[in-house]
Structure formats: structure tokens, C-alpha cells
């Protein structure tokens, strides 16, 4: 069966330091998403990606996030500057565009020390 | 208020038993309703989901929608231990693609 693949599972950083989030999406599909979850918290919508550009974005996607599709697998977040209250389990997810579609990867935990 | 809200639990129940888990939210904007299940670090795993005021069942699962109340719930018959999981409901404006938005999660536990 098909699946969003994340790597790594588990990302330690000094804060400061950039981090790069990978994810690979099913490979079908045209809409891809980051979310992100907080230990003990929901888990908050950070940004939507579909043609190559944002489609929506929260207000805790701020200028030090980015995201990218280098190639035509492929699905990034970048954080620039650490900072400690990203530390957080981050997911990305794919679909197909309708509202029944959603499929989450098994996250990557991101500790900032 | 917040937009969405859930129990968090935890929820306790005996094997076999039905469970019954709802949300509800203050948008009327919501369209689509998501009901996921969360293992311990892990990805949220699409459970159902049901659009606009209504049952629906697959297995032995149900969900439910009342948009009238703004109030949503997954009922689970004959629970198994392998259910006791975090169930996030989540909700979306519109179809294309849009953000979803999540309840906090209701932690269960089926007992043997």
C-alpha cells in the first residue's frame, strides 16, 4: 500500500541551527501538506503546497519556514533558525485534492536543545 | 472559543463494549468531517469521514454528523483492545485541499 515516507524519525539541533525536514508524498498525488504536533497539544495545520506554491499557509508559518519540492519526489520543510518551541513532532501529507484524502507519513520528531 | 473540541480523556472501556466519541465546533463553515486514529508516535491514519449532516458505517464503525447541534461523533461496536489509540476528529471548510483543522484527541483504552 502506498505511503508518505518522512526521514529522519527523530532530528536533535542546537538552536540556531537550520533544519531540513524530508518527505516523500504518494506518488499520485498533487497536494502536499505540513502539519505539526506539539508533545500533549492537536496537532496545527502549517502549510499547503500544490503546482509548486503555497496555497495557504498558518500564522505560525513565519518567514523562518520554507518549503520546497526540488524534484518531482521529493517534499521539504526548512526551518532556519531553530528556535526551542519548535521542538515538536512534525507530519507531512499528501492527497489527491479532495476532501476525503489526507494520508499522513509517521512524522519526524524534532528536538531543538 | 475554540474552533474545535474534544474530551481528551482518557477513556476507559471493557473489551466488546461500544464507544462513543464526539466533538463539536463553533464554525459553521465546516463542510467535511475527519475522524482519525492516532498511535503513540505516529501519524493520524484516516478512519472516516462524512460530508454535511448524516450516519455513516464501515465495519464497526459509525460517524455521525448533526451540523444543526454543530456536533460530531464515531461510535465503535465491539471494541477491541488493538482500537486503544488517540481519536483526533478534524474538520474542513471547503473540499479542495484545504486545511484541516483538529480536535485535541480523546485517548482510549480497551480492557481486557
Known amino acids: 500500500e502506498p505511503e508518505v515516507t518522512q526521514t529522519p524519525s527523530h532530528q536533535v539541533t542546537q538552536m540556531g541551527q537550520e533544519v531540513i525536514l524530508r518527505c516523500v508524498p504518494i506518488s499520485n498525488h498533487l497536494y502536499f501538506y505540513w502539519y505539526r504536533q506539539i508533545l500533549g497539544q492537536k496537532v496545527e495545520f502549517l502549510v499547503s503546497?500544490?503546482?509548486?506554491?503555497?496555497?495557504?499557509k498558518s500564522e505560525i508559518f513565519d518567514d523562518q519556514f520554507s518549503v520546497e519540492r526540488p524534484d518531482g519526489s521529493n517534499f521539504t520543510l526548512k526551518i532556519r533558525s531553530t528556535k526551542l518551541e519548535d521542538s515538536a513532532m512534525y507530519f507531512c501529507?499528501?492527497?489527491?485534492?479532495?476532501?476525503?484524502?489526507?494520508?499522513f507519513g509517521q512524522g519526524t520528531r524534532l528536538t531543538v536543545v | 472559543q475554540k474552533e474545535v473540541e474534544q474530551d481528551p480523556g482518557p477513556l476507559s472501556v471493557p473489551e466488546g463494549a461500544i464507544v462513543s466519541l464526539n466533538c463539536t465546533y463553533s464554525?459553521?463553515?465546516?463542510?467535511?468531517f475527519m475522524w482519525y486514529r492516532q498511535y503513540s508516535r505516529k501519524g493520524p491514519e484516516l478512519l472516516m469521514y462524512t460530508y454535511s449532516s448524516g450516519n455513516k458505517e464501515d465495519g464497526r464503525f459509525t460517524a455521525q454528523v448533526d451540523k444543526s447541534s454543530k456536533y460530531i461523533s464515531l461510535f465503535i461496536r465491539d471494541s477491541q483492545p488493538s482500537d486503544s489509540a488517540t481519536y483526533l476528529c478534524?474538520?474542513?471548510?471547503?473540499?479542495?485541499?484545504?486545511?484541516?483543522?483538529f480536535g485535541t484527541g480523546t485517548r482510549l483504552q480497551v480492557t481486557l
Open positions: 464554525n459553521s463553515a465546516f463542510q467535511y
Open positions: 501529507a499528501s492527497g489527491t485534492g479532495t476532501a476525503t484524502e489526507a494520508f
Open positions: 478534524a474538520m474542513q471548510k471547503t473540499g479542495t485541499a484545504s486545511k484541516l483543522t
Open positions: 503546497f500544490y503546482n509548486n506554491e503555497i496555497s495557504e
